[in-house]
């Protein structure tokens, strides 16, 4: 419905209409005054619609082109082009069309569900989950929540096949149906691989001749799977012979319980035995006084003879050289010697001493012998003639011991000095531990005669001298390891210089000969 405009010879403004015949104009357009939020306006412009110029009827269009109904437009006038009142008539306007029949709604599309067929292994848990379900729809979106379970036979106890039917329905009641298969496939164990035995143990070397035994080889064999197989180990070679020098090979096996074997290759290695160095025999003996006409036999020396090789040689002893004549006093000579198996041949000679014989003196001749030693060691004071005094006086016999006591208290004044002298001596050797004090020390006390203080005093200086000695191997072996130490290494020389003036000790000299040779210190 529209408004019939006001046109030039026609007086209906306000007169609602279904259509209104009016002169036809070209391109025509409406003015209306209406009323809009209660307040009045005045000329809008309209577009005019469609022109019926058969009946004269034009539709009228709001600005978005839709038919106007509303009685608040009140149309006022029409004109041509916007120009104001046409000079002629207006065009007729062309029939209205007839109205579009109102869209009929879409029709309703069903939904969708995907999914997907499964495996899964014997005993293994089985949910919904694993096949993946979804459901959409055109309308309605995602809607897989509205998934129903139609029926399911699964059992993942049994191996075997399955099926899983599924349904959904969307608002408008549209549905979707489908079924998914779960395969049950049985569980295998994967075969787990047998590892080999390993063998272990070391090669060894022989002296020729020695004995050779397996357990040398300290042989083991260990399995991943079954742990220790020493004891399962086999000998499959052995060339080894001891009596021969060379190389010679064990060759050993082992076998788990699922038949993997190892096999181990050894070297025994068989060396030439050396050659002893040859050493030599030794002659032993003792020598011999004899008085002047007795008969002298060699048995009386006591020969004997050993070798390290060959043992006792007494039996292939020699008698060299022979000069004794028992019906003269004096020094005769024995030599001797021996020859081992190698062809090393040692010599020894033996002193036999005939003396006089002597007649049995008076007791006035031991006295006067007592008498002058006495005087002679008071006088020389030397420890010579302390020995050669109580020597005399001990000859004396008991009943003169009145002259015992008298020349033996002479003798102890110049005894007990010297005894001083060596207890001083030995004290200052231990304090400032200098070779020549110990050397003066075993100059007074080797020739002191009474064995319990000599073998005392001995002992004493035995003791400093072998802290001298430890002193200088200590340093000796630091200075090994520190070689640029110049203050070491001129105290080992030092200390070197002093020990080589050591005397009345044939044996520590000797040592020390072989030991300074190993030291690599140069003495000035």
């Not at 050894?266 to 008969?295: H, M, R, W, Y």
């Not at 080992?492 to 005397?503: A, F, G, P, Q, S």
Request: glycine letters at 6%; hydrophobic letters at 30%; charged letters at 30%.
């Amino acid at each position: 419905m529209v408004w019939a405009p006001h046109v030039e010879g026609y007086t209906n403004v306000g007169q609602q209409t279904a259509g209104i015949k009016y002169p036809t104009v070209k391109n025509p357009t409406v003015t209306f005054k209406y009323k809009q939020n209660g307040a009045r306006v005045d000329n809008p412009i309209i577009e005019v619609g469609k022109v019926d110029f058969e009946n004269r009827v034009v539709t009228q269009l709001d600005k978005n082109r839709g038919i106007v109904t509303s009685s608040q437009y009140k149309p006022v006038q029409i004109s041509g082009a916007g120009t104001g009142v046409p000079t002629t008539k207006p065009d007729p306007i062309k029939p209205q069309p007839k109205p579009q029949p109102k869209p009929q709604p879409k029709p309703n599309s069903n939904p969708t569900i995907t999914g997907r067929d499964i495996a899964v292994n014997q005993g293994e848990k089985f949910d919904l989950g694993m096949l993946r379900l979804g459901a959409s729809d055109l309308e309605d979106g995602d809607i897989t929540d509205k998934i129903k379970i139609v029926s399911s036979d699964v059992d993942t106890s049994k191996v075997g096949t399955y099926t899983v039917k599924v349904e959904v329905t969307d608002k408008q009641g549209g549905k979707d149906t489908k079924q998914y298969r779960v395969i049950v496939k049985p569980v295998v164990k994967p075969v787990e691989k047998n590892t080999a035995p390993a063998i272990t143990g070391t090669d060894v070397t022989l002296t020729e001749g020695e004995t050779f035994r397996i357990q040398s080889l300290n042989i083991k064999a260990t399995d991943k799977e079954d742990g220790n197989l020493t004891d399962k180990v086999k000998v499959m070679v052995n060339t080894v012979d001891s009596r021969k020098p060379g190389n010679y090979l064990v060759r050993v096996a082992v076998e788990d319980s699922k038949g993997a074997k190892a096999v181990k290759d050894f070297k025994v290695n068989v060396k030439a035995k050396e050659k002893a160095k040859n050493t030599s025999p030794v002659i032993t003996g003792n020598d011999v006084v004899l008085n002047q006409g007795d008969k002298f036999d060699l048995a009386q020396l006591n020969v004997k003879a050993t070798d390290k090789e060959d043992g006792n040689l007494s039996d292939r002893v020699i008698v060299v050289e022979n000069n004794v004549n028992t019906k003269k006093p004096g020094k005769y000579s024995v030599k001797v010697s021996v020859t081992d198996k190698e062809g090393l041949t040692v010599y020894r000679t033996f002193e036999v001493r005939v003396n006089p014989v002597i007649k049995a003196k008076t007791l006035d001749d031991l006295y006067k012998e007592a008498y002058t030693a006495t005087m002679k060691c008071l006088k020389a004071g030397t420890q010579e003639s302390i020995k050669e005094a109580r020597k005399a006086i001990g000859k004396l016999p008991k009943s003169l011991n009145w002259a015992i006591g008298e020349f033996s208290k002479k003798v102890d004044t110049k005894q007990h000095p010297i005894f001083v002298q060596i207890i001083k001596n030995i004290t200052k050797a231990n304090k400032t531990k200098a070779q020549a004090d110990i050397n003066e020390g075993r100059k007074l006390v080797k020739d002191v005669v009474e064995d319990i203080y000599k073998n005392t005093w001995s002992a004493d200086l035995d003791k400093v001298q072998q802290q001298k000695i430890d002193k200088l191997v200590n340093m000796a072996e630091q200075l090994k390891k520190n070689k640029d130490n110049s203050k070491l290494a001129e105290n080992v020389k030092k200390e070197i210089t002093d020990l080589k003036t050591i005397k009345y000790n044939d044996g520590v000299k000797q040592w020390l000969n072989e030991y300074f040779k190993t030291i690599n210190v140069t003495i000035k």
